[in-house]
């Protein structure tokens, strides 16, 4: 069940630029959610949902090769909500990106998004 609500996906050309967004659901309170860390990951046709950038509670970040110096991943902890800015934008970075959060300490917990559409013409 999906309970995280991403926006931000769409059609640009290569060269281009896109900002996704996820929020959190209201039953994740503020105090709660710095205690998450952020995952984007991403799933093109017929391949495997791959990670794409990831950024700890303490704010550590993590990126996949292809995307790094590209991408850049953020939090606003009191928005409840995760970033994912993508620049100079290739046809290789098609795909359905989901934006995931797990708790960080404690009982396991994680929240995915349905997943937004990022297409890139070449």
């Known amino acids: 069940q999906v309970q995280l609500v991403e926006s931000g996906g769409g059609l640009v050309q290569s060269g281009g630029s896109l900002r996704l967004s996820c929020a959190a659901p209201g039953f994740i309170s503020i105090v709660s959610f710095r205690l998450y860390n952020v995952d984007w990951y991403r799933q093109a046709p017929g391949k495997q949902r791959e990670l794409v950038a990831s950024m700890s509670a303490s704010g550590d970040t993590d990126y996949l090769g292809s995307v790094q110096g590209r991408f850049r991943i953020s939090r606003v902890d009191d928005k409840k909500s995760g970033y994912l800015e993508m620049f100079s934008l290739k046809a290789e970075d098609t795909g359905v990106y989901f934006c995931?959060?797990?708790?960080?300490?404690?009982?396991?917990?994680?929240?995915w998004g349905q997943g937004t559409q990022v297409t890139v013409s070449s």
């Open positions: 995931h959060v797990a708790r960080s300490t404690g009982r396991p917990y994680e929240l």
